[in-house]
Protein backbone atom coordinates (compact mmCIF):
# COMPACT_ATOMS: atom_id res chain seq x y z
CA UNK A 1 0.00 0.00 0.00
CA UNK A 2 1.22 3.69 -0.34
CA UNK A 3 1.48 5.53 2.39
CA UNK A 4 0.82 9.38 2.13
CA UNK A 5 1.75 12.53 4.22
CA UNK A 6 0.24 15.24 3.59
CA UNK A 7 1.19 18.79 5.52
CA UNK A 8 0.84 22.27 5.05
CA UNK A 9 3.78 24.96 2.86
CA UNK A 10 3.77 28.26 1.92
CA UNK A 11 0.61 30.46 2.43
CA UNK A 12 -2.32 28.02 1.12
CA UNK A 13 -0.55 24.89 -1.00
CA UNK A 14 -0.17 21.48 0.19
CA UNK A 15 3.58 19.40 0.60
CA UNK A 16 2.69 15.41 -0.37
CA UNK A 17 5.03 12.56 0.26
CA UNK A 18 3.68 9.17 -1.36
CA UNK A 19 5.69 6.06 0.16
CA UNK A 20 6.17 2.73 -0.43
CA UNK A 21 7.28 0.38 2.20
CA UNK A 22 8.50 -2.85 0.62
CA UNK A 23 10.73 -0.73 -1.87
CA UNK A 24 11.48 2.12 0.74
CA UNK A 25 10.90 4.79 -2.17
CA UNK A 26 9.57 7.93 -1.74
CA UNK A 27 8.15 10.45 -4.11
CA UNK A 28 7.92 14.20 -3.28
CA UNK A 29 4.93 15.19 -5.59
CA UNK A 30 5.73 18.88 -6.57
CA UNK A 31 8.37 20.99 -4.36
CA UNK A 32 6.45 24.31 -3.20
CA UNK A 33 9.19 24.11 -0.26
CA UNK A 34 12.05 22.47 0.20
CA UNK A 35 12.93 22.52 4.00
CA UNK A 36 9.46 21.31 4.79
CA UNK A 37 9.27 18.63 2.36
CA UNK A 38 12.83 17.22 3.85
CA UNK A 39 11.81 18.13 7.12
CA UNK A 40 8.42 15.99 6.56
CA UNK A 41 10.62 12.89 4.86
CA UNK A 42 12.95 12.90 8.10
CA UNK A 43 10.45 12.90 10.29
CA UNK A 44 8.94 10.24 8.63
CA UNK A 45 12.01 8.61 8.35
CA UNK A 46 12.00 8.39 4.91
CA UNK A 47 14.59 8.78 1.96
CA UNK A 48 13.09 10.79 -0.86
CA UNK A 49 14.12 8.92 -4.40
CA UNK A 50 11.96 10.54 -6.87
CA UNK A 51 10.32 14.03 -7.30
CA UNK A 52 7.22 14.29 -9.38
CA UNK A 53 6.27 17.78 -10.77
CA UNK A 54 2.47 18.53 -11.82
CA UNK A 55 3.45 21.83 -13.87
CA UNK A 56 5.78 24.40 -14.08
CA UNK A 57 4.40 27.51 -11.35
CA UNK A 58 7.71 27.81 -9.01
CA UNK A 59 5.01 26.75 -5.95
CA UNK A 60 4.99 23.32 -7.40
CA UNK A 61 8.72 22.80 -8.68
CA UNK A 62 11.10 25.42 -7.05
CA UNK A 63 12.21 23.71 -4.53
CA UNK A 64 13.09 20.81 -7.30
CA UNK A 65 17.14 21.86 -7.34
CA UNK A 66 17.97 21.74 -3.45
CA UNK A 67 15.53 18.53 -2.88
CA UNK A 68 17.89 16.83 -5.95
CA UNK A 69 21.43 18.28 -4.56
CA UNK A 70 19.96 17.23 -0.81
CA UNK A 71 18.70 13.84 -1.68
CA UNK A 72 20.05 12.48 -5.87
CA UNK A 73 16.10 12.14 -6.26
CA UNK A 74 15.36 11.84 -9.48
CA UNK A 75 13.24 14.23 -10.71
CA UNK A 76 9.84 13.56 -13.13
CA UNK A 77 7.54 15.81 -14.63
CA UNK A 78 5.81 17.82 -17.81
CA UNK A 79 8.65 19.61 -20.33
CA UNK A 80 7.35 22.94 -19.01
CA UNK A 81 8.94 22.27 -16.05
CA UNK A 82 12.17 23.41 -17.73
CA UNK A 83 10.88 27.04 -17.53
CA UNK A 84 11.98 27.00 -13.69
CA UNK A 85 15.41 26.35 -14.83
CA UNK A 86 16.56 22.90 -14.70
CA UNK A 87 14.67 20.33 -17.32
CA UNK A 88 13.62 17.43 -15.28
CA UNK A 89 15.66 13.88 -15.82
CA UNK A 90 12.49 12.07 -16.99
CA UNK A 91 10.27 14.15 -19.18
CA UNK A 92 6.37 12.33 -18.97
CA UNK A 93 3.37 13.11 -20.89
CA UNK A 94 -0.13 11.42 -20.85
CA UNK A 95 -0.45 7.85 -20.82
CA UNK A 96 3.04 7.19 -19.59
CA UNK A 97 3.70 5.30 -16.23
CA UNK A 98 5.85 6.38 -13.75
CA UNK A 99 6.78 4.00 -10.76
CA UNK A 100 7.11 3.89 -6.64
CA UNK A 101 8.45 0.06 -6.28
CA UNK A 102 5.65 -1.83 -7.61
CA UNK A 103 2.83 0.68 -7.35
CA UNK A 104 1.92 2.16 -10.67
CA UNK A 105 0.73 5.73 -11.57
CA UNK A 106 -0.87 6.53 -14.58
CA UNK A 107 0.40 10.50 -15.93
CA UNK A 108 -2.34 12.01 -16.86
CA UNK A 109 -3.03 15.31 -19.52
CA UNK A 110 -4.55 18.31 -17.39
CA UNK A 111 -3.69 20.70 -19.27
CA UNK A 112 -5.26 24.10 -19.31
CA UNK A 113 -3.89 26.13 -15.95
CA UNK A 114 -0.53 25.28 -17.43
CA UNK A 115 -0.29 24.03 -20.96
CA UNK A 116 1.40 21.21 -19.72
CA UNK A 117 0.30 20.05 -16.46
CA UNK A 118 0.06 16.82 -15.30
CA UNK A 119 -1.98 14.36 -12.80
CA UNK A 120 -0.70 11.24 -11.13
CA UNK A 121 -2.75 8.51 -10.89
CA UNK A 122 -2.25 5.74 -8.88
CA UNK A 123 -5.28 3.46 -10.65
CA UNK A 124 -4.88 0.19 -8.43
CA UNK A 125 -4.64 2.12 -5.25
CA UNK A 126 -7.04 4.89 -5.62
CA UNK A 127 -5.49 8.21 -5.25
CA UNK A 128 -4.50 10.68 -7.69
CA UNK A 129 -2.08 13.79 -7.30
CA UNK A 130 -3.75 16.76 -8.85
CA UNK A 131 -2.19 19.78 -8.65
CA UNK A 132 -3.61 22.68 -9.78
CA UNK A 133 -6.24 21.13 -11.75
CA UNK A 134 -9.02 20.19 -9.47
CA UNK A 135 -9.89 21.81 -6.25
CA UNK A 136 -12.19 20.83 -3.63
CA UNK A 137 -15.18 22.70 -5.19
CA UNK A 138 -12.91 24.50 -7.70
CA UNK A 139 -10.25 23.74 -10.15
CA UNK A 140 -7.11 25.64 -11.26
CA UNK A 141 -7.30 29.22 -12.89
CA UNK A 142 -6.96 29.07 -17.22
CA UNK A 143 -3.66 30.96 -16.95
CA UNK A 144 -2.10 28.87 -20.35
CA UNK A 145 -4.85 27.13 -21.46
CA UNK A 146 -8.12 27.39 -23.28
CA UNK A 147 -11.94 26.49 -21.68
CA UNK A 148 -11.74 24.11 -23.99
CA UNK A 149 -8.81 22.04 -23.16
CA UNK A 150 -9.34 22.19 -19.41
CA UNK A 151 -12.53 20.91 -19.29
CA UNK A 152 -11.40 17.76 -21.67
CA UNK A 153 -8.47 17.89 -18.86
CA UNK A 154 -11.38 18.01 -16.14
CA UNK A 155 -13.25 15.13 -17.92
CA UNK A 156 -9.92 12.84 -17.87
CA UNK A 157 -10.21 12.74 -13.91
CA UNK A 158 -13.85 12.42 -13.85
CA UNK A 159 -13.41 9.48 -15.69
CA UNK A 160 -11.48 7.96 -12.36
CA UNK A 161 -13.55 5.45 -9.86
CA UNK A 162 -15.84 7.57 -7.70
CA UNK A 163 -14.10 6.52 -4.96
CA UNK A 164 -10.97 7.62 -5.82
CA UNK A 165 -8.54 10.01 -3.82
CA UNK A 166 -7.78 13.09 -4.81
CA UNK A 167 -5.35 15.10 -3.70
CA UNK A 168 -5.09 18.74 -4.50
CA UNK A 169 -2.44 21.51 -4.05
CA UNK A 170 -3.88 23.67 -1.93
CA UNK A 171 -6.11 24.68 0.60
CA UNK A 172 -8.43 27.03 -1.84
CA UNK A 173 -11.87 25.42 -0.43
CA UNK A 174 -13.46 27.67 1.78
CA UNK A 175 -13.51 30.84 -1.04
CA UNK A 176 -14.42 27.76 -3.61
CA UNK A 177 -16.97 26.84 -1.48
CA UNK A 178 -18.56 30.06 -1.50
CA UNK A 179 -18.60 30.62 -4.86
CA UNK A 180 -20.06 27.08 -5.55
CA UNK A 181 -23.24 28.28 -3.17
CA UNK A 182 -24.11 31.11 -4.99
CA UNK A 183 -23.64 29.43 -8.57
CA UNK A 184 -25.69 26.13 -7.72
CA UNK A 185 -27.46 27.06 -4.30
CA UNK A 186 -30.29 24.57 -4.46
CA UNK A 187 -28.00 21.30 -4.82
CA UNK A 188 -28.21 19.98 -1.41
CA UNK A 189 -25.39 17.65 -1.11
CA UNK A 190 -23.40 21.37 -1.54
CA UNK A 191 -25.37 22.83 1.22
CA UNK A 192 -23.98 20.03 3.58
CA UNK A 193 -20.56 20.21 2.21
CA UNK A 194 -20.12 24.23 2.42
CA UNK A 195 -21.24 23.34 6.62
CA UNK A 196 -18.67 20.66 6.97
CA UNK A 197 -16.24 22.78 5.47
CA UNK A 198 -16.53 25.64 7.37
CA UNK A 199 -16.14 23.22 10.43
CA UNK A 200 -13.36 21.76 9.50
CA UNK A 201 -11.56 25.25 8.87
CA UNK A 202 -13.13 26.60 11.92
CA UNK A 203 -11.01 23.68 13.29
CA UNK A 204 -8.06 24.38 11.38
CA UNK A 205 -8.04 20.89 9.89
CA UNK A 206 -7.62 20.33 5.99
CA UNK A 207 -10.02 20.00 3.72
CA UNK A 208 -7.83 18.06 0.77
CA UNK A 209 -8.05 15.07 0.08
CA UNK A 210 -11.09 14.62 -0.88
CA UNK A 211 -13.09 12.11 -3.19
CA UNK A 212 -13.84 12.06 -6.92
CA UNK A 213 -17.65 11.05 -5.59
CA UNK A 214 -17.47 14.32 -3.56
CA UNK A 215 -16.40 16.84 -6.46
CA UNK A 216 -19.09 15.27 -8.88
CA UNK A 217 -21.99 16.06 -6.29
CA UNK A 218 -20.85 19.25 -5.50
CA UNK A 219 -17.87 20.94 -7.71
CA UNK A 220 -19.28 23.51 -10.10
CA UNK A 221 -17.13 23.09 -12.82
CA UNK A 222 -17.89 19.54 -12.65
CA UNK A 223 -21.23 20.25 -12.89
CA UNK A 224 -20.71 22.75 -15.15
CA UNK A 225 -23.31 20.73 -18.00
CA UNK A 226 -25.90 20.30 -15.15
CA UNK A 227 -25.76 24.18 -14.84
CA UNK A 228 -26.52 25.12 -18.12
CA UNK A 229 -30.13 26.53 -17.43
CA UNK A 230 -29.20 28.26 -14.41
CA UNK A 231 -26.29 30.03 -16.40
CA UNK A 232 -28.88 30.86 -19.44
CA UNK A 233 -26.75 28.82 -21.63
CA UNK A 234 -28.80 26.07 -22.86
CA UNK A 235 -28.27 25.12 -26.34
CA UNK A 236 -24.35 25.89 -25.36
CA UNK A 237 -21.55 22.75 -25.24
CA UNK A 238 -20.68 21.40 -21.93
CA UNK A 239 -16.73 23.19 -22.38
CA UNK A 240 -18.92 26.38 -23.22
CA UNK A 241 -20.97 26.15 -20.13
CA UNK A 242 -17.62 24.97 -17.97
CA UNK A 243 -16.20 28.18 -19.46
CA UNK A 244 -18.97 30.71 -18.63
CA UNK A 245 -18.76 29.09 -14.62
CA UNK A 246 -14.84 29.45 -15.06
CA UNK A 247 -15.42 33.34 -16.24
CA UNK A 248 -17.91 33.86 -13.65
CA UNK A 249 -15.43 32.32 -10.59
CA UNK A 250 -12.57 34.44 -12.06
CA UNK A 251 -14.73 37.51 -11.09
CA UNK A 252 -16.39 36.62 -8.12
ZN1 LIG B 1 -0.13 26.52 -10.36
FE1 LIG C 1 -0.19 26.26 -7.28
Known amino acids: ?113 TLGHVAYAFDADRIAFVGDALFAMGCGRLFEGTAQQMWASLSRLAALPDDATLYCAHEYTESNARFAISIDPDNTALQARVAEVTRLRADGKPTVPMTLAEEKATNPFLRAPLLKRALGMESAADWEAFGEVRKRKDSF
Not at 23 to 46: F, M, N, Q, R, Y
Not at 69 to 96: H, K, L, W
Open 1 to 113: MIHVRQFPCLKDNYGFLAHDDASGETATVDTPDADAILKAAADAGWRITQIWNTHWHPDHAGGNATIKAATGAVVIGPAEVERIGQAPDRIVADGETVSLGAHKARVIDVGGH
